[in-house]
């Protein structure tokens, strides 16, 4: 095709979630085609995510500021902390606009088949949060899978002792679903119909 400088370009890019090799060529093509305005911009702003986005220190959501915008917000409900697996569910709760609360990003489920145990996750500063009295409810929205059953279940296990109430998301997450893919009627239908765990 081109030269090592195109072909390394085409296979960064085919990494990236929901980019083949054909994809990937398409893209490189148009940026290459223009590249003072679609890839010199676009090279600028991954330097400069790069450099200035880190995981908040408290909820673990990806900012350029530490604590993140959400935790910093005054007006969120200190009183409420969602949590989720990853940095996309909180996001995609986030444009649903239906919770003001805060988050907890967990960072992954329970997995006996990968491994993955509670102290691979970031379960302690949850607890420490809980613990600090402020929390009054915790709700649990992780995707429907067998793992993420399984996580809310040792969650619940966990937090039962703390007297908070616990709720998971009901509604509208389909067996199997991801919350990130999901759409923000989907999402609010879900959030609205917590109940307890």
Aim: charged fraction near 20%; charge should be neutral; include cysteine.
């Amino acid at each position: 095709m081109g030269g090592p400088e195109i072909d390394r370009l085409i296979g960064l890019l085919s990494r990236l979630p929901g980019m083949g090799p054909r994809s990937a060529r398409r893209a490189a093509l148009k940026m290459l085609q223009q590249p003072e305005t679609r890839m010199l911009p676009l090279a600028s702003a991954l330097a400069e995510a790069a450099r200035a986005v880190k995981s908040c220190g408290e909820c673990g959501n990806l900012d350029s500021s530490d604590p993140c915008s959400i935790c910093a917000d005054p007006n969120r409900d200190r009183s409420i902390v969602c949590v989720v697996e990853g940095v996309g569910d909180l996001w995609a709760l986030e444009r649903a606009s239906i919770l003001r609360g805060l988050y907890h990003v967990l960072g992954g489920t329970l997995s006996a088949l990968n491994g993955i145990g509670p102290e691979d996750l970031n379960i302690a500063p949850l607890l420490a949060r809980i613990e600090g009295g402020n929390v009054k409810e915790v709700v649990l929205a992780l995707g429907a899978t067998v793992d993420g059953a399984t996580t809310a279940h040792w969650l619940t296990d966990r937090l039962r002792p703390s007297n908070v109430a616990i709720t998971r998301v009901g509604q509208g997450v389909p067996i199997g679903g991801a919350l990130d893919v999901l759409d923000d009627g989907t999402l609010a239908a879900a959030l609205r119909g917590r109940r307890a765990s």
